[in-house]
């Protein structure tokens, strides 16, 4: 059981809309920044999101995060084959010191 | 651009200790915490601690008992032990840099796996 919690899957067709949740608490999400995690088949994971809502260079403007008190989303719009990969959220935990993972939400793309 | 390698054994005996090392290219170790997350088959990603050029750690508590980090700046690589393995332990293990806040992991290490067999 993941400290911070995702949907174990989400699917949509091309060029749906689509939103996976992360839900946490008041020593995580509650006072620290969410970061977003793409992992593609085979793949160490890739920096989506940081700092709640922040997109890296080289991530298309599809993809948007946001924050509101415990909880985060990572919005994608216009969804696109290559979307189809796991989605982690994470955070760092004042009452752990440490960081914790939500479990992970599979994006299928139908 | 920083590139990390991560390498050790691939196969482990239980109840002895796993040892992977981080190689660090393209950019100092300074100012930056460098991590280490593990991710079972079929799983997902478990963070298992970090370390700083100051010697500052910190571990996730449900292995805290078990796991040792160190840094060698000058050769540009971090290591992991993680002793008294089990199949539990068993998953690919990942390296990662952490950026000006924490839990931002970029970039990441390709992975390395290891099976712990009895």
């Known amino acids: 059981q993941s400290d911070l919690t995702q949907p174990s899957s989400v699917s949509a067709t091309p060029g749906q809309p689509v939103t996976i949740s992360c839900s946490g608490s008041n020593s995580n999400i509650g006072s620290n920044y969410v970061f977003w995690y793409q992992q593609l088949p085979g793949s160490a994971p890739t920096l989506l999101i940081y700092t709640n809502n922040r997109r890296p260079s080289g991530v298309p403007d599809r993809f948007s995060g946001s924050k509101s008190g415990t909880s985060a989303s990572l919005a994608i719009s216009g969804l696109r084959s290559e979307d189809e990969a796991h989605y982690y959220c994470a955070a760092w935990d004042d009452s752990l010191s440490g960081v914790v993972f939500g479990g992970g939400t599979q994006l299928t793309v139908l | ?118």
């Open chain 2, 1 to 118: 651009q920083v590139q990390l390698q991560a390498s050790g054994p691939g196969l482990v005996k239980t109840s002895e200790t796993l040892s992977l090392t981080c190689s660090v290219s393209g950019d100092s170790m300074i100012a930056y915490y460098w991590n280490w997350v593990r991710q079972p088959a079929g799983g997902g990603l478990e963070w298992i601690g970090r370390i700083h050029v100051s010697g500052s750690t910190n571990y996730n508590p449900s292995l805290k008992s078990r796991v040792t980090m160190t840094l060698d700046t000058s050769k540009k690589f971090f290591s992991l032990s993680l002793k008294s393995v089990t199949a539990a332990d068993t998953a690919v293990y990942f390296c990662a840099r952490e950026a000006t806040r924490r839990a931002w992991f970029d970039p990441w290490g390709q992975g390395t796996r290891v099976t712990v067999f009895s």
